[in-house]
């Protein structure tokens, strides 16, 4: 099994945690995204969105897009389960994973930023926008956090919300956000790292980390 992803990807990164946790190996394949590799016509066979991550088997079988990989690897792989058995837990569970994935990620992401400078945007002005989109889809995850016992976003173990958190508060701290302001957050995220599996799945651990 392969992952194409790039190291600072935190689509990739999601993906990276979830494979740790559930102990399975694969084979890393870069793309480097600031190059414009994810565009290559190789590429695009694979995944006609010209993204990452891609998941991609022996037999030719290709899957793209984080949360369907992570989904797919719980249902193939249930232990350590990322989801709780409750069916309305699960749910939110879903719902917080998404308000990152979803909500907050695709409009900061390196395609829209580079899209606003196209248009005419200065750099503090990109910038300034990365920054106010995770701010606003950080304190929306904060507050619903707050409501659940910690130490991880939803209880004694991690689940998809912190395998999206995670590589969030990175994206945050790398547009200059003061993360301070999510105290319960930084609770789930020092849990998380505590744990070989998110650490060992952090950008600056990749093979092609810059």
């Keep these: 099994m392969k992952l194409h992803g790039y190291f600072r990807s935190s689509a990739a990164w999601r993906v990276r945690i979830a494979l740790n946790l559930k102990g399975l190996p694969v084979t890393h394949v870069s793309h480097h995204l600031r190059n414009g590799e994810q565009r290559a016509p190789d590429y695009l066979a694979l995944n006609p969105q010209g993204l990452v991550p891609v998941i991609e088997h022996d037999d030719g079988s290709v899957l793209p897009q984080s949360l369907a990989i992570i989904e797919w690897l719980e249902e193939t792989h249930p232990e350590p389960p990322l989801l709780p058995s409750d069916p309305f837990q699960r749910a939110q569970v879903r719902a917080f994973?998404?308000?990152?994935?979803?909500?907050?990620?695709?409009?900061q992401n390196l395609k829209v930023l580079n899209r606003l400078r196209e248009l005419?945007?200065?750099?503090?002005?990109?910038?300034?926008?990365?920054?106010?989109?995770?701010?606003?889809?950080?304190?929306?995850?904060?507050?619903?956090?707050?409501?659940?016992?910690?130490?991880?976003?939803?209880?004694?173990?991690?689940?998809?919300?912190?395998?999206?958190?995670?590589p969030q508060l990175g994206n945050a701290r790398r547009f200059k956000v003061d993360v301070a302001q999510f105290p319960r957050l930084l609770e789930a995220e020092a849990a998380a790292f505590a744990l070989p599996a998110f650490r060992d799945a952090a950008p600056e651990k990749q093979a092609d980390a810059e």
């Design 97 to 107: 994973a998404q308000i990152i994935a979803c909500d907050t990620h695709p409009v």
């Design 120 to 166: 005419g945007h200065g750099s503090d002005v990109v910038l300034a926008w990365a920054a106010a989109v995770n701010v606003d889809g950080l304190s929306a995850c904060e507050r619903v956090a707050a409501k659940n016992p910690g130490p991880f976003c939803f209880g004694q173990a991690p689940s998809l919300a912190d395998i999206c958190l995670v």
